[in-house]
């Protein structure tokens, strides 16, 4: 199976930018997607197929990819964003559908 | 609104078995594909098997093929992971999640804790 490749941590101070990136050669050809999760809880989806974002997710969250690397990019970070995040995606170009994760990444706000 | 609500996580020892469940509410159970997906203490995710709607197509991670077996039963809208020949390895938060077209998961249970050890 293939392999996502997330940094282990990123730290920005609140109100700046965070953009947390994910790396798989089979990205160009699948969607990735995007999920929170904090402290004893279970993770929650923030972005989906690249860009989209679910109902209920804060403008504030945004994704995009190019080439083989896809970006989490949180805008104007508040303290409540700090959770780890993970990106996820599919190949589902072999007989059966080759679901992987990253390994995570810690957003610390500062 | 979608709940998931996971249960059957506990102790046992190396070489057990345990069976999961999930009692999902909130949608039509029957409409979606449901997965297994877990997550060992203090690491990252790890997608453990897939079934699809009508139970018909499952597929398993490497991992648990030939130990784990995923079914449903959409008539009391649960889902299920029997565990047999449990390694150490297999200590994991269990999450149960409702599969969306394109291979994500857009809504998790709360997770049951397993924990293999003798």
């Known amino acids: 199976s293939y392999e996502l490749t997330q940094p282990p941590s990123v730290s920005v101070s609140p109100g700046q930018t965070a953009r947390i990136t994910c790396s798989g050669d089979?990205?160009?050809?699948?969607?990735a997607y995007w999920y929170q999760q904090k402290p004893g809880q279970a993770p929650v989806l923030v972005i989906y197929?690249?860009?989209e974002r679910p109902s209920g997710i804060p403008e504030r969250f945004s994704g995009s990819s190019s080439g083989t690397t896809v970006t989490l990019t949180i805008s104007g970070v508040q303290a409540e964003d700090e959770a780890d995040y993970y990106c996820?995606?599919?190949?589902?170009?072999?007989?059966?559908?080759?679901?992987?994760f990253g390994g995570g990444t810690k957003l610390t706000v500062l | 609104q979608v709940q998931l609500v996971e249960s059957g996580g506990g102790l046992v020892k190396p070489g057990g078995s345990l069976r999961l469940s999930c009692a999902a509410s909130?949608?039509?159970?029957?409409?979606?594909?449901m997965s297994w997906i877990r997550q060992a203490p203090g690491k990252g995710l790890e997608w453990v098997s897939y079934?699809?709607?009508?139970?018909?197509?499952?597929y398993y991670a490497d991992s648990v093929k030939g130990r784990f077996t995923i079914s449903r039963d959409n008539a009391k809208n649960s889902l299920y992971l029997q565990m047999n020949s449990l390694r150490a390895e297999d200590t994991a938060v269990y999450y149960c999640?409702?599969?969306?077209?394109?291979?994500?998961?857009?809504?998790w249970g709360q997770g049951t804790l397993v924990t293999v050890s003798s």
């Open positions: 079934i699809s709607s009508s139970g018909s197509t499952i």
């Open positions: 089979a990205l160009p050809k699948q969607y």
């Open positions: 999640a409702r599969a969306s077209s394109g291979w994500y998961f857009g809504y």
């Open positions: 197929k690249d860009s």
């Open positions: 909130g949608f039509t159970f029957s409409d979606y594909y």
């Open positions: 996820q995606s599919a190949d589902s170009s072999g007989t059966y559908p080759d679901v992987v």
